[in-house]
């Protein structure tokens, strides 16, 4: 069984820039959610993906945005990078049965300067 | 509105001794799920146990148990027999019935003493 990869483990973008991080599900699972977790804190919920559609969004802008793929691997997009968008960013999957636990990857590390 | 609760910034604990991480939450889900992860620095979270709003019993998984008190909204982390490698962050979290998502405490750092 593979579990949950995430590309790439590192990575430092300018002010303004465009960032694209990347999510391989684990096997057999079809619904993928992204987190933010800025240092010191727990993970904030960006977006839930179901079978391709989203399916739930937390409190972020519309500079983050997301992606699912009909191998249910996942990309989080993230426009005109703010300095506070620097974080940890975890994907998790699931099978998307509500009680479900989330299976989550070892996350990109996003510093913005 | 949900929210999770978790009191401990950080805790010290002998090895070999028992530890309880506290956790309590607000939820006007009628049915809801409780999930313990643990941190290490290298970042995945790691899921440890999940109890159910309407299970009976108390959850246990190996060395962990979830100490679920619901008239007090509380869901505390016991880890019996503590190792060095339990070392790391935990997360309480929970999930209602009506949302999605997982919402997280902001942590407890645990340090096992040799």
């Known amino acids: 069984e593979t579990g949950v990869t995430q590309s790439p483990t590192h990575l430092i973008k300018t002010r303004g820039q465009q960032v694209t991080l990347r999510c391989s599900s684990q096997?057999?699972?079809?619904?993928v959610s992204w987190y933010q977790q800025a240092l010191g804190q727990g993970p904030q919920f960006i977006f839930q993906?179901?079978?391709?559609?989203?399916?739930g969004r937390g409190n972020f802008p519309p500079r983050f945005s997301g992606l699912q793929f009909p191998n249910y691997s996942s990309e989080l997009n993230v426009n005109a990078l703010e300095l506070d968008d620097s974080a940890l960013y975890l994907c998790a999957s699931s099978t998307g049965d509500r009680w479900d636990e989330q299976y989550f990857g070892p996350g990109t590390r996003l510093t913005v300067t | 509105a949900q929210k999770i609760t978790q009191t401990q910034p950080g805790m010290f604990v002998q090895e070999k001794e028992a530890v309880t991480l506290d956790c309590t939450y607000d939820t006007s889900d009628p049915s809801y799920g409780l999930f313990w992860y643990k941190q290490p620095s290298s970042g995945e979270m790691i899921f440890l146990i999940y109890?159910?709003?309407?299970?009976?019993q108390n959850a246990t998984e190996g060395r962990y148990s979830l100490n679920f008190q619901k008239a007090r909204k509380s869901a505390n982390l016991v880890i019996s027999a503590s190792q060095l490698g339990d070392s790391a962050m935990y997360f309480c979290a929970m999930k209602g019935v009506s949302s999605y998502k997982l919402i997280f405490g902001s942590g407890t750092r645990l340090l096992v003493r040799p």
């Open positions: 109890q159910g709003s309407y299970d009976q």
């Open positions: 096997s057999g699972h079809n619904t």
């Open positions: 993906y179901y079978r391709e559609e989203e399916n």
